[in-house]
């Protein structure tokens, strides 16, 4: 067994205080350097702020990568406008489930980080858009804020600098689309949370057409460390392109499902390696490396880098690092049948090729996995896709396309077999949690067929040698 | 289109006068609220930005935005109901119906659904005999399947009035309902002891939660929440040390009552 230390892969920084007395409150935080970063940055020239986070490489959480850095440098200053920040805690893409965590235990974090960046950018009024189906979350944040206020680290004149700043808490009310910067800014404008055509860009034009930054919560709530620590301490996790450390969230079919704190750059099987594999008895069929809206990876890709470059350069996207494990009682069908249903609900309705594409993407198949799927439905698929990729208004669009394209690249033969059969020839009980003590007695020798005679790996050519691999840590 | 169409639908079809304008609230409700509007408009640059806290705000008035709660808004900000209404009627969380007391969310997205949380909505429908979206005669639990609430390392979650109850499974959530039926005192896994659906849309729309102690209830996150950081410190995880044998979800509540404190809640 290739044993990793735990100790050595894993780097809790966001997450290092959550097994602290109350991590949320500003007493804990403070207790462990909290706030020690701001008083730095107010040391500093504000350019010399956005220069260092620039130079330490943090590149934005939220999905698509972008350096954060840059993205304040881009707000024109002595403009004579007022800037805003604006946190994006709309978290809802599906399987991404690290904000939220980081938020109920860690608060300060992004305030202070929030902060730093306002004083950066020469911003006096930044928000958070949270996402309103997250009460618990709101609660906490609206007691850091007040604390934060109440300790002279918001408000008039923070910490003697001259420099004022008020943040404000603002819950939205459901809707995926939010998590679009420009659809967020209209929401927080009071509008439908539709995305507005680029350029100009926030930067430019953003909240109340003034200059404005969109950030998402871990890639602001990093900002603090880096200020305390350094950029070379920042710069010594992760790659050149890809620095610093990272929330893996790992869900689905595992034995320990939860948020792994890393160096950019480790592989899926080094954290299922530590973290006690997928579940007993069972065997990794599909995952995504950062969501729904990336294109999903087989066992295939259990070692590629999960930076943005090494994902990328695999076929997928780094995204959230929402690391969704499924095994091989899942029917893929069924899983992207789901997906997709919710890119359609959810998508905002603006432009025609997502409005209509997901709409007739959801009707085929809901077909074949019902068993009523015809020939020339995955063509049809496919082609729909392609009408949708590229060609929508926002990434809603792209990230519909991705599971489709995805799951036919690695798993069409599954289709073809609901096509086949006329019927799904999974058991859905079989992929529950509480199929597990079942499963396992299967895996002793008694019948049941599900799990016994997955369909779909049969027919995955080259497929087969990977399994004995996946042994060493990949299961447990 | 011909009105067969309609006539399934809860209303009838109205031919002629288009519908009049709603009434607006009593004035004594409107005192009420008065000083609560003009404190969330307060908070923005912009008074508009005001409207989704606003149309949180009558949403904990009667437990849904009605045309009344509409209209509402729509004076406080000098906009047309048809603004209100547009913006109102594209957020799910905006219901156009009364909820129940208790608003009992499942998730339904791919992973808590492979999970079990289809089951879990499908066994829940039929134990209170209420489909999606509807509520229970006794007004007391209303029901819906929900899209993915950022908590999958917890899956399946069912949300009670968007508090966490993770680590769902079909009896836990039959007995969830029934507690919340029989008015028993019930507590998220993660969050603060339940209050009611209007009280919830209240703290959404900015007004913190005042009763003491709701803040700091049920410690820093579960088990999941905690993974990462208890392998850095050395410790092991249920099924990673030296005898592999645990089911982790099972055995959580078991395993776990020193680390973590705030997970046995």
Known sequence: MTATHPEKLLAPVLSATWGEEKPWTLATYRAHDGYKGLHEALRMNPDDVIALVKDAGLRGRGGAGFPTGMKWQFIPQGDGKPHYLVVNADESEPGTCKDIPLLFANPHSLIEGMIIASWAIRCSHAFIYLRGETVPVLRRLHAAVQEAYDAGYLGQNVLGSGFDLDITVHAGAGAYICGEETALLDSLEGRRGQPRLRPPFPAVAGLYACPTVVNNVESIASVPAILHRGKDWFRSMGSEKSPGFTLYSLSGHVTNPGQYEAPLGVTLRQLLDISGGVREGHRLKFWTPGGSSTPMFTDQHLDVPLDYEGVGAAGSMLGTKA?????????????????????????????????????????????????????????????????????????????????????????????????????????????????????????????????????????????????????????? | MSATGHETAQHAVQLGLPELPAEPYPAEVRERLDPDAAAIVARYPQSRSALLPLLHLVQSEEGFVSRTGIRYCAEQLGLTTAEVTAVATFYTMYRRRPAGEYHVGVCTNTLCAVLGGDQIFAELQQHLGIGNNETTEDGSVSLEHIECNAACDYAPVVMVNWEFFDNQDPASAKQLVDDLRAGAEVTPTRGAKLCSFKETARILAGFPDGRPGAVDESGAGGAPSMAGLRLAHGETLPGTGPAKVVAPRQQESAEEPSETEGDEA
Not at chain 1, 326 to 334: I, S, Y
Not at chain 1, 340 to 362: I, M, N, Q
Not at chain 1, 436 to 460: L, V
Request: aromatic share 10%.
């Open chain 1, 323 to 476: 690391l969704q494990v499924f095994d091989e009682t899942t029917c893929v069908v069924r899983a992207v049948t789901r997906w997709t249903e919710f890119y359609a609900h959810e998508s905002c309705g603006k432009c025609t090729p997502c409005r209509e594409g997901t709409y007739w993407l959801v009707q085929l198949l809901r077909g074949i996995e019902a068993g009523e799927g015809v020939p020339g439905d995955l063509e049809k698929l496919q082609d729909i896709a392609d009408n949708i990729n590229g060609k929508s208004f926002c990434a809603l669009g792209d990230g519909a396309a991705s599971p489709i394209f995805s799951s036919l690249q690695f798993f069409r033969d599954e289709y073809e077999q609901h096509l086949r059969e006329r019927r799904c020839p999974f058991d859905p009980s079989a992929s529950t949690v509480w199929a597990g003590t079942r499963g396992r007695r299967n895996a002793a020798g008694k019948d049941r067929s599900p799990e016994d005679d997955p369909p779909g790996d049969r027919g995955r050519d080259g497929r087969n040698g990977d399994f004995d691999q996946s042994e060493n840590g990949v299961m447990a």
